[in-house]
Nanobody, 124 residues
């Protein structure tokens, strides 16, 4: 059964860091692109990062570029999102999702398999 489970969210102060993990099962991450999305209350879901099936290409939303880094571990079937220099506006539920393509893309309509999300709150 295909499943994605996010973890690593929490409450941190502005300027802090978090590392989110996405555990995949029922498929292998070296055959699919995987993306990270977030949704804040009252806002649309935003694609923030993705990594291709090969892991050789990635993409980032302008809002997180230079602060967030996506990576994957094919042996563990995991995808990670390292988040540094966190800001209050990064507060949201963060989701990982599988894209049914090898290449990367940040549009959520191309992702059909989603995790349940992990809450990230940035506050002093």
């Amino acid at each position: 059964q295909l499943q994605l489970v996010e973890s690593g969210g929490g409450l941190v102060q502005p300027g802090g860091s978090l590392r989110l993990s996405c555990a995949a099962s029922g498929f292998t991450v070296d055959y699919y692109a995987v993306g990270w999305f977030r949704q804040a209350p009252g806002k649309e879901r935003e694609g923030i990062s993705c990594i291709s099936a090969s892991g050789q290409s990635s993409d980032y939303a302008d809002s997180v570029k230079g602060r967030f880094t996506i990576s994957k571990d094919n042996a563990k079937n995991m995808v990670y999102l390292q988040m540094n220099s966190l800001k209050p506006e990064d507060t949201a539920i963060y989701y990982c999702a599988r894209r049914d393509f090898l290449d990367c893309g940040l549009e959520h309509v191309s992702y059909r398999s989603w995790g349940l999300g992990t809450q990230v709150t940035i506050s002093a």
